[in-house]
């Protein structure tokens, strides 16, 4: 006798929370809001292609053919950084599952020990110590974690993002610690391929104006003259970006820490990401290693409709393992207590017990219930700490912007 | 007492293998070992011996394990010779060479993968424990499964639970 069970496959992307938006079956991910990014890429593909049409022809024979290649060259690696920016997962941190989330919360309360009714709760805040530095670790009531170091949460993706840069509205993504250096190389080839147009737009113009005269050159090649308003306007801002970009790098801070003067000030800690040499702290962070991925989108995973099976899609822990023995077709002979033995993971029972040594011997012990039992179930579920809000916490009562 | 002989029959548990251990077995509790941020951001995950599994594992077996992985990790996130290498490399493909090869993050995860699945199989499934693979819960936490046989411990509640605590 076996079980049928009626489940369907999906990727995991399709049930990812956040306000991302995902294409290709789980290939692209971008923020929801594309709009600029669209126009970014109409100015940069516009203007390349009026700058082939009207100065390369010119310039090519006039000057020299390799003014175009070149110009084709550049082209092609800022569009390819500014795709591989924009369709890039920046370093999403996925949300705690339910079991993580209530470990975390059963830590937070046993270390904030007895609170006088009344009273707000102490912050959510976890230190730890970095390179000699006290770095104080935010909780957050999103994604259920405590964020780690350098990690923010950007409100218009609604995802926690490591290593978080900034949300850039030009490339319709966040920028992380996964696609930081592609932003960077981003800024900076289009530096050079703004430049590099301006500058031969107007060697075109005066060279066609000795010949011509100024006014014959522009109502020859009026494409120039949008060029180089395009260009001139431009430059200012993103040749102004990459060099703060290029700033930030050498002393390996985020604009985010920047903002916020994280490291900056006297009595501030010091930053202890920075390895206090420029040359290092640039190869650290363009030349530093790949990070994979840990959203896993094209990953599959079951949704199952019978309840009793509940292989939830919040848990999809145990459909994605390749070693996971729930998919394998293997009958065994007890499978009806098999079936019984299989339900979902439930919040670990209530446990006073905190891993940390000094609150042991203060905490005391309750009475253990038995997940078999449900009324103990119901007990346990009873005393399991709600999931504060931040409403109820102090910190968050202070106005903070993520 | 009574107690005390159900709790080492568990100790000396007949989980032969996972597959065995998932479907004759209920889950019990799960242990989360954080990261370790003490040097930075690099991945590392704290040593601390967890209390839950006191009476499950023998520290050093565990020690071992958490070591390995933060060996793994570091040797996957050295910046060196061969990290600068790929990366200059990669950047004068505009990164499209990554379409092709396999990053050396990717290589490290794939060895990582496997060793979780030999401790897995050789240590922890006999023990009733389960690792998964701190890659599926975002690199923040090693989630350590600790798995119950129901069929032979019955009605007795808390006996065979995971604290330490009732062991005294």
């Given amino acids: 006798m076996s079980a049928v069970m009626i489940t369907r496959k999906v990727r995991k992307w399709e049930k990812l929370p956040g306000k991302n938006t995902f294409c290709c079956d789980g290939r692209v991910m971008m923020a929801r809001q594309k709009g600029v990014f ?34 084709a060259l550049l082209f092609l690696f800022v569009l390819a950084m500014l795709l591989r920016t924009s369709f890039s997962d920046p370093g999403v941190l996925p949300r705690a599952l339910p079991e993580e989330a209530s470990f975390i919360e059963m830590e937070i309360e046993a270390a904030n020990g007895n609170v006088p009714a009344g009273q707000r709760p102490p912050p959510r805040i976890r ?33 926690c993002v490591d290593r978080f840069d900034h949300h850039c509205p030009w490339v319709g993504n966040c920028v992380g610690k996964r ?46 003259v949008l060029e180089v308003l395009v260009c001139f306007f431009t430059l200012w801002s ?45 190869c650290e962070v363009l030349c530093g290693p790949t990070y994979p991925s840990v959203l896993d989108r094209r990953g599959l995973m079951q949704l199952s409709p019978v309840s009793e099976f509940s292989a939830n899609d919040t848990d999809a822990s145990p459909c994605s393992s390749s070693t996971d023995s729930s998919n394998s077709s293997k009958t065994l002979p007890s499978t009806k207590r098999a079936i019984l033995c299989l339900h979902k993971p439930r919040p670990p029972p209530i446990r006073n017990n905190p891993t940390s040594d000094d609150l042991k011997a203060s905490i005391t012990d309750t009475a253990h219930t038995s997940p078999a039992h449900s009324q103990a179930e119901e007990s346990s579920a009873a005393k399991t700490p709600p999931l504060a809000t931040p409403e109820t916490d102090a910190e968050a009562s202070v106005a903070k912007s993520h | 007492s009574p107690q005390q002989i159900i709790c080492l029959h568990l100790t000396l548990s007949p989980f032969h293998n996972l597959q065995e251990l998932r479907h004759s077995a209920s889950l019990a509790n799960k242990v989360f070992i954080q990261r370790d941020y003490s040097e930075g951001t690099t991945c590392k ?5 967890p209390i839950e599994l006191e009476s499950r594992i023998e520290r050093t077996l565990f020690e071992d394990t958490v070591k390995t992985l933060n060996n793994f990790y570091a040797e996957a996130e ?91």
């Fill in chain 1, 179 to 224: 696609n930081y250096r592609y932003f960077y190389l981003f800024t900076l080839s289009l530096s050079l391929l703004t430049i590099y147009i301006f500058t031969f737009n107007i060697v075109h113009v005066v060279m066609r104006s000795v010949d011509n005269g100024f006014l014959n050159t522009l109502k020859e090649t009026p494409g120039t």
């Fill in chain 1, 38 to 71: 669209y126009l970014t890429l109409f100015l940069i593909v516009g203007t390349c292609a009026l700058f082939f049409a009207f100065e390369c022809p010119y310039l090519a024979v006039h000057l020299s053919p390799t003014i175009p290649v070149f110009a």
């Fill in chain 1, 127 to 159: 230190n730890v110590e970095i390179n000699n530095q006290i770095v104080k670790l935010k909780y957050c009531y999103t994604c259920k974690i405590f964020r780690p170091p350098r990690a923010s949460h950007c409100s218009i993706c609604d995802n």
């Fill in chain 2, 78 to 168: 050295k910046i060196g010779g061969q990290s600068y290498l790929e990366g200059c490399l990669a950047c004068t493909t505009a990164y499209l060479i990554f379409l092709c090869i396999e990053t050396r993050y990717e290589k490290v995860l794939k060895k990582i993968a496997n060793y979780i699945q030999e401790q897995n199989e050789k240590i922890y499934a006999p023990r009733g424990l389960v690792i998964t693979d701190p890659i599926e819960r975002g690199m923040r936490v090693i989630e350590i499964s600790i798995y119950e046989d129901r069929g032979s411990c019955g009605s007795s509640s808390g006996s065979s639970s995971v604290s330490g605590s009732t062991a005294r």
């Fill in chain 1, 238 to 282: 993103v040749v102004g970006l990459t060099g703060f970009h290029t700033y930030l790098i050498s002393l390996n801070q985020t604009t985010n820490e920047d903002i916020k003067g994280s490291w900056s000030g006297k009595n501030r800690v010091q930053n202890p990401y920075s390895h206090k040499n420029m040359i290092k702290n640039c």
């Fill in chain 2, 45 to 49: 995950f704290q040593t601390k011996f």
